[in-house]
């Protein structure tokens, strides 16, 4: 049994390589790169294997013979369902850290694989483990949830260029379809999206958050997806930025980028320096507080803290593949949220990595924001 990974050489890969290592699993590496390769091959002593994605051969031979693919490249925006489906051909499993909506939306409309093939989308922190933590809060449905994410940390590479596509929705290849991504300022309120609801508020005294914030409401498709799932009767999701630099540098690419290589490459090159210079002076996390409110029971909150979103990402994915591996998911398409149990994954988390905290409180009565 082989496990692939795709972008093992990035910050995601590498860790979840590692991780699926110390199972015992016999794992190809795979990137664009093979001097990025071939210290990680030579540590795990596993195979690496060059590949484009982009290249329908390459990316075909890099899938044959394995029992699942692990995508950690991208930008998702861009990637979408093209791995997947090159996984499905050569009769593999997958599991993406992202793709997200746009990805299942698109294998919904064609589906891939046999019958028995499974794939898990949203394997990572955002939205996957973000979506499971209401549910292992409260096995209740229902109730009025709000979500502080964000933090300051070094934005770089897939990660950064995925940050730009989801400002510039027209540079996706779902544009014309129905799909809709999300939209700033919006809330779910009484069973329905509400637009313009809510407000960028900047405080210095937001629980679990050192010093000044800036509070960016935005309501994403997979956010709206769990409001759904979960009876909510209201979700208030703010994107928390601990800096200004990043913060101003997103809102002015917003709409800008055409969709040339050369203008997304500029946008996030922008990205990365305004990440820096907001990370200057300070040490690097990564935090998402939640709030449940619910009838007749104490008022819950959950906070996860990690050193590092793209390890905390990683190790979501690696509790996904072996949730997979176990017979635990069924066959079909998936979101994470969706299949994986929320206390088993916590649980993995923990013990993959020690750079991340989770906490849990229960209160009769806290201040929003105040703990």
Wanted: glycine share 10%; with cysteine.
């Amino acid at each position: 049994m082989i496990i692939a990974i795709l972008g093992a050489s990035g910050g995601v890969g590498s860790c979840a390589s590692r991780w699926l290592a110390q199972s015992g699993h016999a794992l190809r590496l795979g990137g664009r790169r093979s001097t990025a390769l071939q210290p990680l091959g030579l540590e795990l002593n596993a195979e690496i294997q060059t590949v484009d994605l982009w290249q329908d051969r390459q990316l075909s031979a890099f899938c044959r013979g394995c029992t699942v693919v692990v995508n950690c490249a991208g930008p998702s925006y861009q990637v979408l369902d093209r791995v997947a489906r090159a996984a499905a051909a050569a009769g593999a499993h997958y599991v993406d850290v992202s793709g997200d909506g746009p990805a299942w939306h698109l294998l919904q409309q064609k589906p891939a694989g046999d019958p028995y093939w499974i794939a898990i989308f949203s394997a990572g922190m955002l939205p996957g483990l973000a979506n499971l933590v209401p549910v292992w809060m409260s096995a209740r449905s229902g109730g009025n949830l709000t979500v502080y994410s964000g933090g300051i940390e070094p934005v770089s590479g897939a990660a950064a260029k995925d940050l730009v596509l989801s400002l510039n929705e027209h540079c996706s290849a779902l544009q014309g379809s129905d799909y809709w991504y999300g939209e700033a300022g919006a809330s779910w309120q009484l069973g329905r999206r509400s637009r313009h609801s809510l407000l960028t508020q900047q405080t210095d005294s937001l629980a679990h958050f050192p010093g000044q914030v800036t509070l960016l409401p935005y309501l994403s498709a997979d956010a709206e997806r769990l409001a759904l799932r979960r009876h909510l009767s209201s979700l208030r999701w703010y994107n928390v930025f601990s800096g200004q630099c990043l913060r101003e540098t997103l809102t002015g690419l917003r709409g800008k980028v055409d969709g040339s290589a050369e203008s997304l490459a500029s946008a996030a090159a922008a990205v990365e320096k305004a990440s820096l210079i907001d990370l200057a002076g300070f040490t690097p996390y990564y935090q998402m507080v939640f709030d449940l409110q619910q009838e007749d029971v104490p008022y819950k909150r959950a906070v996860i803290t990690t050193n590092s979103s793209l390890a905390l990402t990683a190790a979501t994915a690696v509790s996904a593949v072996n949730s997979l591996l176990r017979g635990d998911v069924p066959a079909g398409v998936h979101f994470a949220d969706r299949v994986l149990s929320p206390s088993i994954t916590l649980q993995d988390i923990g013990h993959l990595h020690p750079g991340t905290r989770i906490s849990h409180y229960q209160c009769e009565q806290c201040e929003e924001g105040v703990l």
